[in-house]
């Protein structure tokens, strides 16, 4: 058996791949849309509670200029980052006892295989990689697109919000799972996370990395092409997310009136955490995708790429380069049509996707340029 650790959505596609090779899987998840996923194409999976993956630590606020106030607020949210840390380290040590619970239930044999997806972000898969080395084969499938921005961390910067509470929980995890976590800068690096030195790691554990013959993009594709999830055609799917952080409210508002206006039949992908009390499209401004048929929130966008004829349009989603890289519908960002509060990570966003995709991306500039794109 072929034990894979799915994360997210990007890491399911690539256990689909081996499937359609033929190799029996089972999908060992801490997410539930993968969980339900699972369920609803009939895979063999094992679901462990992420409790312990996310501490609450009182990330400080960045003042945009400098301010008193919120310099205060930042010495109270310290303050309560410290005394959270022996809960933390209970929920860490609960966490530990569930992976240690979840290796015996396993039962593997030197003629199974574990393959993990990540050397950065989630310590559950590190951990139940260093455990099941001693068990069965381990094998690591380098990851691709954002988890292959993570860069080792350099310095700090004021972006990067989170480099405090970083390095705190950096400390707890090693301490509780003997992993030897260093820090990597996040995706663009907004942000500080933690992760192995994935060579040493390897060779500490005897893992060997994933044959695949094929890229990670050409893999996705083919796990597309032979996994129809969904029934119908469509011209149009909008993939949605969550941007009121870098976004001001009033262009979010418009976007959204000016989309569901489509004519054309369209299908809508919610983000799979997008809450009813969001400002999304599934929630506070669904009224405006009444007619729409809306794919249901496990569901990864991709697999909805065969059903879609004219075009894929989101303001930000991995999920772009993707259908950027098919080349059988028009590819579309919306985020030129966006006031945004943060200009910087706006120029970020949009170096790296015109990049990446190759410049097959499509940007409008107004809506009346949108319209005779999707013409």
């Not at 410290?82 to 380290?89: A, D, F, K, N, Q």
């Not at 060579?199 to 500490?204: G, I, N, T, V």
Request: a positive charge.
């Amino acid at each position: 058996m072929n034990y894979f650790f799915c994360a997210a959505h990007t890491s399911f596609l690539v256990a689909l791949y081996l499937k359609s090779k033929g190799e029996p899987i089972c999908i060992i998840t801490h997410n539930k849309a993968v969980t339900e996923l699972c369920g609803h194409m009939g895979i063999e999976h094992k679901y462990i509670s992420r409790r312990g993956l996310n501490l609450g630590f009182p990330y400080p606020l960045i003042p945009k200029p400098f301010s008193l106030e919120v310099f205060k607020k930042n010495i109270i949210r310290s303050a309560k980052a410290l005394s959270r840390i022996p809960v933390c380290l209970k929920i860490l040590i609960d966490a530990k006892k569930r992976l240690n619970v979840l290796v015996r239930e396993l039962a593997v044999t030197r003629d199974d295989s574990f393959i993990f997806y990540s050397h950065v972000m989630d310590y559950f898969q590190l951990y139940l990689a260093k455990k099941l080395s001693k068990k069965c084969r381990v094998y690591y499938r380098r990851p691709g697109l954002t988890d292959a921005e993570c860069r080792p961390f350099t310095k700090h910067s004021a972006r990067q919000f989170n480099y405090r509470d970083t390095v705190v929980i950096k400390c707890m995890e090693n301490m509780v799972f003997g992993l030897n976590l260093v820090l990597y800068e996040g995706f663009q690096g907004w942000k500080v996370t933690t992760g192995v030195d994935i060579e040493k790691f390897r060779l500490k554990y005897g893992i060997d990395e994933l044959a695949a013959d094929k890229d990670h993009i050409e893999i996705q594709m083919e796990a597309i092409r032979n996994n129809r999830v969904i029934d119908g055609e469509y011209d149009y799917l909008f993939i949605d997310s969550d941007l009121l952080i870098w976004i001001t409210e009033d262009s979010i508002k418009k976007m959204y009136e000016e989309i569901a206006a489509l004519k054309e039949k369209a299908l809508m992908k919610a983000h799979p955490l997008a809450r009813s009390d969001s400002k999304t499209a599934r929630g506070e401004f669904s009224r405006y995708f009444a007619a729409w048929e809306d794919v249901p929130a496990y569901i990864p966008a991709e697999l909805t790429f065969g059903n879609i004829n004219k075009a894929v349009l989101s303001v930000v989603s991995v999920s772009l380069l993707t259908a950027a890289a098919m080349k059988q519908v028009k590819v579309i960002s919306l985020m030129d049509l966006l006031e945004w509060t943060d200009t910087v990570t706006k120029a970020k966003l949009k170096d790296y996707f015109s990049a990446a995709s190759g410049g097959q991306i499509l940007f409008p500039q107004s809506y009346e340029e949108l319209e005779r794109m999707l013409s």
